[in-house]
């Protein structure tokens, strides 16, 4: 595709249950990165992937949050046991994958925990 | 911790007019800086990206600087459009070899006609 793509762009879930957000990103970029967003805040790092393996997991804030890539394409970030203060959107981007490379961002899935 | 603090946190200017907005960042070490332009519910747009070595870098009515000195930068916006109502999200890279970008909480812009 022509951008970077995010499904679905809106997820509404109950406390407890297993989410997952789906990235697909442009065609070619061999490095993919998901964010979490706040209410006023700008992006926090979640986790980077250079092709399949995660190359830095540093921002992933606990073991309920896991993403994959299993072939160095489209990237699935899964939340489990859900918590309220999980509602955020997350952004996916994707870039050439070399330092100082642009990164082009998808417009984000909005994740409401009731 | 690294972070990256912006002013103002809101704005509000008339179309026509200029506007300055500033970023101040204590990451170290330091790779390169970007202003990025998020409109509300989409994702962030890059406007400009420098290196620790350049001073200035220019993208249409945008212009941003950089004292890399006292880690201080600006972007400026000439003649302002409606359609510059956004948020400007300042960016830091803070290490060479990896990509990880660390984001301010942005300046919240309103142009009004």
């Known amino acids: ?114 | 911790k690294n972070q990256v603090e912006q002013s103002p946190q809101s704005l509000i200017i008339l179309e026509g007019k200029n506007c300055t907005l500033q970023c101040n960042y204590t990451v170290s070490p330091f790779s390169n800086l970007r202003w990025y332009k998020q409109d509300t519910g989409r994702g962030p747009v890059s406007l400009t990206i420098m290196t620790f070595s350049e001073n200035t870098k220019s993208n249409g009515r945008y212009t941003a600087t950089l004292d890399a000195d006292t880690k201080q930068s600006s972007l400026h916006i000439t003649a302002s459009q409606l359609s510059d109502s956004a948020s400007y999200i300042c960016v830091v890279s803070g290490s060479y070899n990896t990509d990880k970008l660390i984001f301010g909480t942005g300046t919240r812009l309103q142009v009004f006609p």
């Open chain 1, 1 to 114: 595709g022509a951008g970077v793509s995010q499904t679905p762009s809106n997820k509404v879930t109950e406390k407890g249950k297993y989410v997952e957000l789906r990235c697909d990103p442009i065609s070619g970029h061999t490095a993919l990165y998901w964010y979490r967003q706040s209410l006023g805040q700008g992006p926090e790092f979640l986790i980077y992937f250079q092709g399949t393996g995660a190359a830095d997991d540093s921002g992933l804030p606990n073991d309920r949050f896991f993403a994959v890539r299993p072939e160095g394409s489209v990237s699935t970030l899964k939340i489990q046991r859900t918590e309220r203060g999980d509602s955020a959107v997350y952004l996916c981007a994707s870039s050439r994958g070399l330092a100082d490379n642009e990164q082009f961002f998808g417009p984000g899935t909005r994740l409401t925990v009731l």
